[in-house]
């Protein structure tokens, strides 16, 4: 009944990707990345950006092999284990860069993961995340 621990977290707005690294293996098939959001750092802030889902999982198996463009939501198709990559959609990465508070530095751009964002093979939630710092933030 142990939740996994969100160790390290990495967001590159110049690949559109966002890197989360747990202490144990999750279940990347539970991941809702419309849980996931990112915020100033204040306390009861309303300026986020929530990323946005939509696209099951045989839609992006699909799309990648015909090349197709259909990235209106963020994905992942990591394998199980410690690393989730999330592709973000440039929707969201549009959200981001049009927000003046938001995205252009580390000091201002902060990650929030909600309860049972992911899950580990055991079924446990993730932890509650607000507004931790990127360990890795590169700007677009």
Sequence with gaps: STPPLLLTTILDLNTEKLILIFDETVNTSTLDVSHISFNDGQVNST???????????????????????????????????TEVLIDMSKFDVKQLAQNDLLGFRQNNTFLTLALTSILDMSGNANELIISRPFSVFTPD
Excluded: H, Q
């Design 47 to 81: 300026n986020t950006v929530t990323l946005t889902s939509g696209l099951s999982r045989e839609d992006i198996r699909t799309s990648y092999a015909s090349n197709v463009s259909i990235w209106k939501s963020s994905f992942t198709v990591s394998p199980t284990g």
